[in-house]
C-alpha cells in the first residue's frame, strides 16, 4: 500500500493568516501515464468531505484562489491563504495512483 | 446538481450481511465510474473498491478481502454495496463518490453517508 502521512496533525490560525499541510507518500505518485493523482480535501464538521485540488494542483470547480496546491514526487503541500472561518476542518491528501489511499488528517483550528 | 443519497445503513451482527444503495441525480450516471468509501469513527477515510461505467470490471482494497462486492444498475441510476461475512472494524460511515471528470482518481463528490455498525 501507498502509505500518506500528514503533518501536522493538528494546527490553529488566526483568520486572515496562512496555514501550510504537509503529505508525504511512501513512493512516488508519479502514474505510468506521467500524472501525479494527488488530491486534497476538506471535511467540515458533521459533513462529507469535499474535494479542493485534484491532480496536485488543480483547484475543483468553486473552491476559492485562496488554496493553492503544489509538489511532485513523494511531497505535496497544501496552502491556504487569508484563512476564514469556513476553512476550518480536518483536510485530507489522498493518492489515487496506486489503489487509492488517504492521509491520516490535519484538524485545522482557530487560534 | 450533482446528488448522490445513500441507504440501507443498520445495524448488523458480526458475520452478517448488508446491501448499501446509492442512487445518484444530476448527471449522466452510466457515463461514469463510481467508488465506495468508508469512514470509521474518529478515524481516516478509507478507498473499498470501485465499478466501471457498465459495471463489468470492479477493483477493490486489498484489505477487503472479497467480502464486499460492488455493482449498479444504471437505468435506476443505483450504485450498490454488498456487504458480507462483517466484522466489527467494518463498522462504519459508508460514503458513494464519483470521481472527476479530469481526474478519475479523485473523489469530486460525495453523498451524506449512510451508517453501518456491526455488533452483536
Known amino acids: 500500500d501507498v502509505v500518506m502521512t500528514q503533518t501536522p496533525v493538528s494546527m490553529s490560525v488566526s483568520l486572515g493568516g496562512q496555514v501550510s499541510i504537509s503529505c508525504r507518500s511512501s513512493q512516488s505518485l508519479v502514474h505510468n501515464n506521467g500524472n501525479t493523482y494527488l488530491s486534497w480535501y476538506i471535511q467540515k464538521p458533521s459533513q462529507s468531505p469535499q474535494l479542493l485540488i485534484y491532480?496536485?494542483?488543480n483547484r475543483f470547480s468553486g473552491i476559492s484562489d485562496r488554496f493553492s496546491g503544489s509538489g511532485s514526487g513523494t511531497d505535496f503541500t497544501l496552502k491556504i491563504s487569508r484563512v476564514e472561518p469556513d476553512d476550518l476542518g480536518v483536510y485530507y491528501c489522498?493518492?489515487?495512483?496506486?489503489?487509492?489511499?488517504f492521509g491520516g488528517g490535519t484538524k485545522l483550528e482557530l487560534k | 446538481e450533482v446528488q448522490l443519497v445513500e441507504s440501507g445503513g443498520s445495524l448488523v451482527q458480526p458475520g452478517g450481511s448488508l446491501k448499501l444503495s446509492c442512487v445518484a441525480s444530476?448527471?449522466?450516471?452510466?457515463?461514469?465510474?463510481m467508488d465506495w468509501v468508508r469512514q470509521t469513527p474518529g478515524k481516516s477515510l478509507e478507498w473499498i473498491g470501485e465499478i466501471n461505467t457498465d459495471g463489468s470490471k470492479t477493483n477493490y482494497a486489498p484489505s477487503i478481502k472479497d467480502r464486499f462486492t460492488i455493482s449498479r444498475d444504471n437505468a435506476k441510476s443505483t450504485l450498490y454495496l454488498q456487504m458480507s461475512n462483517v466484522k466489527s472494524d467494518d463498522t462504519a460511515i459508508y460514503y458513494c463518490?464519483?470521481?472527476?471528470?479530469?481526474?478519475?482518481?479523485?473523489?469530486?463528490?460525495w453523498g451524506q453517508g449512510t451508517l453501518v455498525t456491526v455488533s452483536s
Open positions: 444530476g448527471y449522466t450516471f452510466s457515463n461514469y465510474w
Open positions: 491532480k496536485v494542483s
Open positions: 463518490t464519483r470521481p472527476h471528470y479530469y481526474d478519475g482518481y479523485s473523489f469530486a463528490y
Open positions: 489522498g493518492q489515487g495512483t496506486q489503489y487509492r489511499t
